[in-house]
Nanobody, 126 residues
Framework: QVQLQESGPGLVKPSQTLSLTCTVS??????????WNWLRQPPGKGLEWMGV???????WYSPSLKNRLSISMDTSKNQVTLQLLSVTPEDTAVYYC??????????????????WGQGTQVTVSS
């Protein structure tokens, strides 16, 4: 059973960098079986797909975020990390990591993902 757990600061100030970690258990993040995705859900809105990283470390990003977003891997800790630069209040959301067995871009249907973390609330406010 694969388990995902997001962690990070609950509150970030505008213009700062948001860093989140997804700790994976039950599978190696270097496996070719899963692709590791980040999604978010702003208050009162639907899910937004942010980006994905493969077991080999290749990453793809949403066009709307690619200038600010970076997804990487820490294989020693079996973690997938997200960094979002220059955050604004519009980045306030619950952030999720999710594992998919297929390479998919931009998909927000929950059924497309095999495993989800419980999500972590991030608020951007001064």
């Amino acid at each position: 059973q694969v388990q995902l757990q997001e962690s990070g600061p609950g509150l970030v100030k505008p213009s700062q960098t948001l860093s989140l970690t997804c700790t994976v258990s039950g599978a190696s993040i270097r496996t070719e079986t899963y692709f590791w995705n980040w999604l978010r859900q702003p208050p009162g809105k639907g899910l937004e797909w942010m980006g994905v990283i493969s077991g080999s470390g290749s990453a793809w990003y949403s066009p709307s975020l690619k200038n600010r977003l970076s997804i990487s891997m820490d294989t020693s800790k079996n973690q997938v990390t997200l960094q979002l630069l220059s955050v604004t209040p519009e980045d306030t959301a619950v952030y999720y990591c999710a594992a998919a067995k297929t390479f998919i871009l931009g998909v927000t249907s929950k059924d497309a993902y095999e495993y989800w973390g419980q999500g972590t609330q991030v608020t951007v406010s001064s």
